[in-house]
């Protein structure tokens, strides 16, 4: 119980943190997101930047709420104060998850790095639509217990923003490796992440 208060306040923190500096980088300090698209450079298909920008910001919108709506339906005392409310909030997280993933598959034949990014950012779509419909699955069959593992395999994802510019920054100006290069490695390796933590959470830390 202590090692699950730990580890969900030290989420609570990150969680926090991405949501304000998301919306403070995307809103207020590069609405234009000059410094993103500064690196995207040969690319096959025209940008049309007003509506890549729309939907850019739509998508990041969505991304916060599924962040903040995942969180708070792991909430314990959320959920005994009303399951109703935990009910409610967990369809407002895959609405959100949804439209995040159908906003990320506008923007993925642009993304930097090309066709082979583009394929990897369509894949960890199609995964993370796959695990939170089958979080909802276990639910709908009373089996709360599993219902719990593939939301934690689900919430996951919300983190992938984070990782790919981890990973990216670490290679990048760490290993000194070409940005697009870093980018594209950046993507496929935040795939592995995203499969391999929630795992090792359930497995060491949540299993019952």
Known sequence: MKKRKTLFGLLTCISILIILYALADNYVIDPGAEE?????????????????????????????????????????RFFEKSRKLHRINGYVYIVS??????????????ATGGKISSMGFNALNIIWLLIT?????????????????????SYAF????????????????????????SYTIGVYGSIVLLLVIPEVMIRKILVK
């Open 36 to 76: 993103f698209l500064s690196h995207k450079t040969g690319l096959k298909r025209e940008l049309n930047l007003p509506v890549w920008l729309n939907v850019m910001h739509v998508h990041v919108a969505f991304a916060c709420i599924a962040m903040a709506a995942g969180l708070l339906n792991f909430s314990n």
């Open 133 to 153: 419909i089958a979080a909802l699955v276990q639910i709908k069959k009373k089996r709360i217990i599993r219902h719990r593992n593939w939301m934690i395999r």
């Open 158 to 181: 919300c983190f992938t923003n984070m990782l790919i510019h981890l990973v990216t920054s670490l290679l990048h100006q760490g290993f000194g490796l070409v940005y697009v290069a």
């Open 97 to 110: 998850v949804l439209l995040v993933v159908l906003t990320s598959g506008y923007m993925a034949p642009y």
